[in-house]
């Protein structure tokens, strides 16, 4: 973390500007899909708000192993957050590609979608993390088990993923080959202009979330020294 | 590091001892199994196929384990033996492993039983059946264990093992369930080897800060 920071006014503008223009780009700029139609630009958010996800999430073990390994007093609230963050961008997936779901193979749920049964794998697994945190009294060993549960999460994304591989034939649409992304002109630009303005916007929402939360700990400081 | 093995064996012991004493994890594991059976016999109509009852033969170990994983720690808390296995002057990380390998020897006794009481009751099994049954063991025992550590100094205790347990296993019955089925099970194996290598590093290397106050 440096010691200079962007402002959060300047943050929440910026995610405010980004959302607004990508989503503009998806529905004026983009051009229509040849077999999916108007529905596939549901894609560039699905897409992108998954790999948003999966940043909180990575964030949240990064800053759960410098708990462990520094004991950065200030790591363990940034990992709880980024892992609540994490959560609510997993929910969008979740939704997202359930529309998605719906709108091409005609079913609200479909196994054969490699990327939400992953997602709904993490979303147990960390569902299952607030549970765990929220049954332990504050304290070291709170943090010390959070911190430890969330880098497991790390592990078992890649884990998982090859296990769901391993387990069905590959269904989903593939947009990643090894000769690089197989679109391009405007779709790149707008998969790019989406993204962005997501992980802006999931760092946005992270500043905001943990102001609050420490000024919620200052102030039960104050209280404590005051009463 | 023969210190090491040596505090694993004492400590291993040490929980075999008091099974073999107490007598309430074991037959516990093996009655829960025989009865899951009989359950999943009424849960399937007809004649189930082989890949049915294979399923369901994953989902009994699973669940059979997880009554295991659940009691594994429960005489450390009842006894308040933590503090003192904490204090001991070995390695943490010993503590997990002892743990894990008592417990793998609840599970194979209990699938001792419970893998001909399949065979006599479903289908046949074959080899691969058997090595994938091994390698999930000790996957299951590696994770469970270190899993049943921080259950059991939550608020939550025996109802948040299965919910912190459970999407950790996905992996695990993907695998085991793939080398049952399959007529080539050497990726399953694999996958499952690969597994069980990587969580029982992640674990042996973390064990520390879960029982560090």
Request: proline letters at 4%; charged letters at 15%; hydrophobic letters at 55%.
């Amino acid at each position: 973390m440096g010691r200079t920071r962007i402002p959060l006014p300047a943050l929440a503008v910026s995610s405010v500007v980004l959302v607004t223009t990508a989503l503009a780009f998806v529905f004026f700029v983009a051009p229509n899909d040849q077999t999916l139609g108007f529905s596939q630009r549901i894609f560039y958010f699905h897409v992108s708000i998954a790999f948003a996800a999966y940043a909180c999430f990575i964030c949240g073990a990064w800053q759960a192993l410098r708990h462990l390994w520094k004991r950065d007093p200030r790591a363990d609230l940034a990992s709880y957050v980024c892992v609540h963050q994490g959560l609510i961008f997993g929910t969008m997936v979740l939704i997202t590609g359930s529309i998605w779901a719906k709108v091409a193979w005609g079913r609200w749920w479909i196994w054969s979608e490699d990327e939400l049964v992953l997602f709904l794998v993490l979303y147990l697994f960390y569902c299952a993390y607030f549970m765990l945190r929220f049954s332990i009294d504050p304290g070291p060993q709170r943090a010390n088990l959070s911190a430890v549960y969330a880098l497991f999460g790390v592990v078992l994304i890649p884990v998982s993923f090859s296990a769901i591989r391993l387990a069905k034939a590959y269904f989903h649409p593939q947009v990643f080959t090894l000769h690089g992304p197989n679109f391009g002109g405007w779709i790149l630009v707008t998969y790019c202009i989406a993204q962005v303005a997501m992980l802006v916007l999931a760092y946005t929402l992270y500043r905001l979330e943990i102001g609050g939360k420490r000024l919620d700990v200052r102030l039960r400081r104050l209280r404590e020294a005051l009463a | 590091m023969t210190t090491y093995v040596r505090d694993v064996g004492a400590l291993a012991r040490k929980d075999l001892l008091l099974e073999l004493r107490a007598r309430d994890t074991l037959p516990a594991m093996l009655l829960f199994v025989a009865a899951i059976f009989v359950v999943f016999h009424f849960a399937l109509p007809g004649t189930p196929s082989r890949l049915e009852t294979t399923g369901f033969l994953w989902v009994a170990i699973l669940f059979t384990a997880l009554l295991g994983l659940g009691r594994a720690f429960v005489p450390e808390r009842e006894q308040r033996t933590m503090d003192g296995l904490v204090l001991a002057p070995c390695d943490r990380s010993a503590i997990w492993l002892a743990k894990s390998l008592a417990t793998l020897a609840f599970l194979v006794a209990a699938e001792v039983v419970a893998l001909p009481l399949y065979a006599l009751f479903f289908h046949g099994l074959d080899g691969a059946t058997v090595a994938a049954v091994i390698l999930a063991d000790l996957g299951i025992c590696a994770v469970g264990t270190f899993l049943g550590a921080m259950a059991v100094v939550t608020r939550a205790r025996d109802l948040l093992l299965p919910l912190l347990f459970l999407p950790l296993a996905m992996p695990i019955v993907v695998g085991a369930v793939g080398a049952s089925v399959v007529d080539s099970p050497g990726r399953y194996l694999g996958f499952l080897a690969l597994y069980d290598v990587l969580f029982a590093v992640v674990c042996w290397a973390s064990f520390e800060y879960v029982v560090a106050e």
